[in-house]
């Protein structure tokens, strides 16, 4: 598997283009603002060809370019029901203080020409991988990550199950914000616990801004899972009593 991650705009958002390998189709997730020039780049060293582009959610750090990159490359945009509407409207979804700091250009947004919506542990089959996607909301109504199980031909691929695009769900050593418009912390800690705490710890997360980590590693040291974990243990304690 060939997955080239870049941070793109002046929120630092990664961006992923992930195939096969070198001179096959691709998929594009989260192309943010500033990205389209990344992925352009990508798509000429590894002689690629994006045929879809995916939303982890709609916020404006994660969407800006997908109009852009699903028209350049006549790509297929992947986004949940419920931040469908972020697309065409992004303010909806934002800060105060990001859409004042926005205002001073002109900015225009607009769905691609093809959009399709995701589902709760669907299986996507695009550019010959597999993605399976979680509904994880709590971020945003429609956050979702994406799971592809890692190619196990790979002499890299030695303890690694699957790699998992989180968005902005699980960082390293944190979890995504639950204050902006569509943004709930009972619904996020839902999430954590039904979508993250059930996976096995090999799992490679690839999240929407910082640097990578797994599943075991965040299980054990992220502070917001511990908190998770131990309230698990304690209705444990409880009910036994």
């Known amino acids: 598997m060939l997955i080239a991650g870049f941070p793109a705009g002046p929120w630092g958002t990664n961006c992923y283009v992930v195939a096969t390998g070198p001179g096959s189709e691709c998929v594009v997730i989260d192309p943010g603002k500033d990205a389209a020039d990344g992925v352009a780049e990508v798509v000429r060293e590894h002689r690629l060809k994006p045929v879809a582009v995916l939303v982890t959610h709609g916020h404006v750090d994660h969407m800006w370019c997908v109009a852009p ?4 490359y006549d790509a297929t945009a992947w986004i949940h029901p419920d931040d469908r509407h972020l697309l065409a409207n992004p303010m909806a979804g934002i800060s105060r203080e990001t859409a004042q700091m926005m205002l001073g250009g002109r900015h225009e947004f ?24 979680d509904h994880t909301p709590g971020h945003t109504r429609g956050s979702v990550t994406f799971r592809s199980p890692w190619d196990s031909t790979d002499p890299a691929s030695e ?6 695009f989180s968005g902005d769900l699980l960082f390293q050593g944190s979890i995504g914000r639950t204050d902006l418009p569509g943004g709930d912390h009972a619904t996020m800690l839902h999430s954590l ?3 993250v705490l059930t996976l096995a710890d090999d799992i490679v997360v690839l999240p929407g801004h910082g640097d990578q980590t797994s599943i075991g590693r965040e299980r054990a040291t992220n502070p917001y899972l511990l908190d998770l974990q131990g309230d698990e243990q304690v209705g444990r304690v409880t009910r036994g009593l």
Not at 69 to 72: D, Q, R
Not at 115 to 127: G, S
Request: proline share 3%; no cysteine; aromatic share 2%.
């Open 69 to 72: 990159v699903a028209g350049t």
């Open 193 to 195: 616990r039904t979508k």
């Open 159 to 164: 303890g690694i199950s699957e790699v998992m």
């Open 110 to 133: 607009a769905e691609p020409d093809d959009v399709r919506e995701l589902t709760d542990a669907q299986q996507l089959e695009l550019a010959g991988l597999t993605f399976t996607v």
